[in-house]
């Protein structure tokens, strides 16, 4: 699987739009990128994935770059409660359940009130 | 969401004993689960990927005979620290996914078991 990078550590506003990049200059085509979080103490709580295309649901937005070597999560809203750890991946897609994620070292997001 | 639950939650052993961690998928079959650890202040690491009916898979480093996994059911995976030292103290997260959801699609994560060898 391709190797991500992340800033070790961000902050932001309460209130204000987190974006979080993530470089993954040497993804493949059959690759995904996914996003978790981790919050202190508790396992990994997954947030958002995509190939291509910009993705958005309840918890944030993903936009990838046409190139597919960087994308950005973006919390529209920030709130005390999204202080955690994030965890940007790329992910070969099989057809199995089976296939891992191996953890990078993430970015340290906190949000300020 | 699907739920994956693990078991306990917090324990505190005596070296020298063994210690058993339960993960179940609620809601959902997984034919695999993965076991990962974390210690303070890093990232996850992956263990070991265990697999419903046959022996788990290790990754490189990790003691599989201290280790020992079982996945005898498609919702119950248990990760057994045997013969704990306090170097084993660690966070202990396990994850799955829906065997009927294909490659692509989201793990669900335990909450996490916090072991303390004293």
């Known amino acids: 699987d391709a190797k991500t990078t992340q800033p070790p550590s961000m902050d932001c506003a309460e209130g204000r739009a987190a974006n979080l990049p993530c470089n993954h200059s040497?993804?493949?085509?059959?690759?995904?990128v996914y996003w978790y979080r981790q919050i202190h103490s508790q396992g990994p709580q997954y947030i958002i994935h995509?190939?291509?295309n910009n993705e958005t649901n309840e918890m944030a937005s993903l936009i990838i770059t046409e190139d597919r070597k960087s994308s950005t999560l973006i919390l529209p809203h920030a709130t005390l409660r999204d202080t955690a750890v994030y965890y940007c991946?790329?992910?070969?897609?099989?057809?199995?359940?089976?296939?891992?994620?191996?953890f990078g070292s993430g970015t340290r997001l906190s949000i300020r009130p | 969401g699907a739920v994956v639950s693990q078991h306990p939650s917090r324990v505190i052993c005596k070296s020298g004993t063994s210690v058993k961690i339960e993960c179940r998928s609620l809601?959902?079959?997984?034919?695999?689960m993965f076991w990962y650890r974390q210690f303070p202040k890093q990232s996850l690491m992956l263990m070991a990927t265990?697999?419903?009916?046959?022996?788990?898979?290790?990754e490189q480093g990790v003691e599989k005979d201290k280790f020992l996994i079982n996945h005898a059911s498609l919702t119950l995976s248990t990760l057994t620290v045997t013969s704990a030292h306090p170097e084993d103290s660690s966070f202990y997260i396990c994850?799955?996914?829906?065997?009927?959801?294909?490659?692509?699609?989201?793990?669900?994560f335990g909450q996490g078991t916090r072991l303390t060898v004293v």
């Open positions: 994850s799955a996914r829906n065997r009927d959801s294909g490659g692509n699609t989201e793990a669900f």
């Open positions: 040497t993804i493949s085509g059959n690759e995904y």
């Open positions: 995509g190939l291509k």
């Open positions: 991946i790329v992910r070969v897609t099989e057809h199995s359940s089976a296939s891992k994620i191996i």
């Open positions: 809601d959902f079959q997984a034919t695999t």
């Open positions: 265990s697999n419903e009916g046959s022996k788990a898979t290790y």
